[in-house]
């Protein structure tokens, strides 16, 4: 660490329930089946910096990266059944240029992970006809769910990736 280096213990950006940065980073690497060895890798630090930021906080040039990746995973968790993140946050996603979320993140654009986050749910921007039941029932209440087949990055996600009704 850096002499003088300022953990933060919660996030800059948005307030995530009271979660420390720390935790938040901690249930983004294993939401995205992130390895701490992958994670220091997209991060541009190394390992043990990783471990420490789980155990003493992230340092606060780091937080709101952080922030983006936890509000990022949020929505993922909300919609896709989570066995399947891992396998959605690394797939090639053609409105990208054939980039993933894994993709983004290693090149240091937590902001663009967001946004295509956000842009993969934009239920009020659809239209088609595959999924349209399953969608609808993952739908938060009060959305007007439709078929994601329109949706800016809509191809990035498969029918077997979305939840179902939740009770």
């Not at 933060?8 to 979660?19: E, F, I, L, N, Q």
């Not at 938040?24 to 390992?47: G, Y």
């Not at 929505?75 to 066995?83: A, D, E, F, I, S």
Request: charged share 25%; net charge positive; glycine share 10%.
């Amino acid at each position: 660490m850096p002499p003088g280096a300022v953990f933060v213990t919660g996030t800059s950006r948005a307030d995530h329930g009271g979660r420390r940065a720390a935790d938040a980073l901690t249930r983004t690497s294993e939401t995205w089946d992130l390895s701490r060895a992958e994670a220091a890798r997209l991060f541009r630090v190394s390992r043990e910096e990783i471990g420490q930021w789980r155990r003493r906080g992230v340092l606060r040039e780091h937080a709101g990266a952080v922030s983006d990746l936890s509000e990022a995973t949020d929505l993922l968790v909300l919609y896709l059944k989570r066995n399947r993140i891992p396998a959605v946050v690394r797939r090639s996603i053609p409105a990208l240029d054939g980039a993933s979320l894994v993709d983004l993140l290693g090149w240091g654009d937590t902001g663009a992970v967001l946004a295509a986050c956000r842009d993969m749910f934009r239920f009020d921007q659809v239209g088609g006809n595959w999924h349209t039941e399953l969608l609808h029932e993952a739908a938060p209440h009060g959305h007007k769910a439709m078929p994601a087949v329109s949706v800016p990055l809509g191809n990035a996600i498969c029918p077997q990736d979305v939840q179902g009704r939740r009770s």
